[in-house]
């Protein structure tokens, strides 16, 4: 059950469009989704949601404010009648592209839609996409496998910075995004509409896993290969691979990934480094590729772009950033013959 508790914010540590990060008077650090209850300023008593923190969980240490009690009201009406965060106490009329009476939904014929089941493989994908397809837009589909905030992504934040994501869409409970979509399949269809050449779909910071075979958020990329298939996209599966990870069902090519390839009814890309292990295949009739990639540590430099997974450093698990890259190189070379 959620742990609650009264604060002041002793400092703001950080701001921009939809979050503010601050410390607290007994020195935890929280976020504030602004669009969910406001900003607040030092010196206001906030009711903050310690839950995650009390019980170690992946919040990178981060409480989250829940209310401001130096307000007693807000007003942030959305754009459209359709609610995310249905039914808690958070719910907010977020409205969604497809409800516009202007929306046409773009085809998703012959789109490359790059399956990611790791948050931190988007930034490989999107440097390396856009080293092979200078001048091509890529859009990001976020899922609500994980995080629902996109807010809170700083590598989207990075990434939009620095011109390497043209377009945000959060698709279905997930919110943020520079446009909203009902389900995942229509987010796709929602970033061709507005302008999107390629795709990169999966979850956002934060994924769930249990060490168990399927109890975990990966599954989700085997419903984007058939989403993404079936709409006559083409789709190209991210390995999650690792030559750091301590544990044994992720190291070299992850489970994770395995499972979501079985899984999948509709047959994908699967987008390997030239010369690194391929991996074992089963299910639908997936097509292996071998990619040529750069040096991937040199394209994440040349980007500007810094990265952590599972708490490491690209250079201390270049082998992760490489197959995610090849991904995002093969979608490049769709792309740039459509």
């Not at 921009?16 to 300023?41: I, N």
């Not at 995004?177 to 050449?197: P, Q, R």
């Amino acid at each position: 059950m959620p742990s609650f508790s009264t604060r002041a914010v002793a400092a703001l540590i950080s701001e921009r469009e939809g979050l503010q990060r601050v410390t607290l008077d007994d020195g935890r650090r929280a976020y504030v989704l602004t669009s969910l209850v406001g900003r607040v300023d030092v010196g206001d008593p906030v009711v903050v949601n310690t839950t995650a923190v009390d019980l170690g969980l992946g919040t990178g240490g981060w409480d989250v404010v829940h209310w401001n009690l130096a307000r007693a009201s807000f007003d942030a009406p959305g754009p459209g009648h359709v609610m995310k965060l249905r039914y808690t106490s958070l719910q907010a009329d977020t409205g969604v592209a497809e409800e516009a009476d202007s929306y046409r939904p773009g085809s998703l014929a012959g789109v490359p839609v790059v399956v990611c089941s790791v948050h931190s493989q988007l930034a490989a994908v999107a440097a390396a996409f856009a080293a092979g397809a200078p001048g091509r837009r890529l859009g990001y589909v976020m899922t609500d496998a994980a995080a629902l905030p996109l807010a809170l992504s700083d590598l989207v934040a990075c990434l939009r910075e620095k011109g390497l994501l043209a377009l945000t869409v959060s698709a279905g409970q997930a919110f943020g995004g520079d446009h909203e979509a009902v389900n995942a399949l229509s987010a796709m269809e929602v970033a061709v509409s507005a302008g999107a050449d390629a795709v990169v779909a999966g979850p956002g910071p934060g994924g769930v896993g249990t060490g168990t075979g399927r109890g975990h958020g990966a599954v989700d990329a085997a419903v984007l290969v058939d989403l993404a298939g079936r709409a006559g996209a083409c789709p190209i599966v991210a390995v999650r691979y690792s030559d750091a990870d301590p544990r044994p069902r992720h190291r070299g090519v992850s489970h994770h990934t395995a499972t979501a390839l079985a899984l999948a009814h509709e047959a994908a890309r699967v987008a390997v480094p030239d010369g690194r292990p391929r991996p074992d295949v089963t299910g639908p009739p997936h097509e292996v590729v071998d990619v040529h990639v750069p040096d991937v540590l040199a394209l994440l430099d040349g980007a500007g772009i810094e990265v952590t997974s599972m708490g490491r450093r690209a250079a201390d698990d270049p082998g992760f950033h490489a197959y995610a890259a090849a991904a995002g190189a093969l979608a490049a070379s769709v792309a740039s013959t459509r």
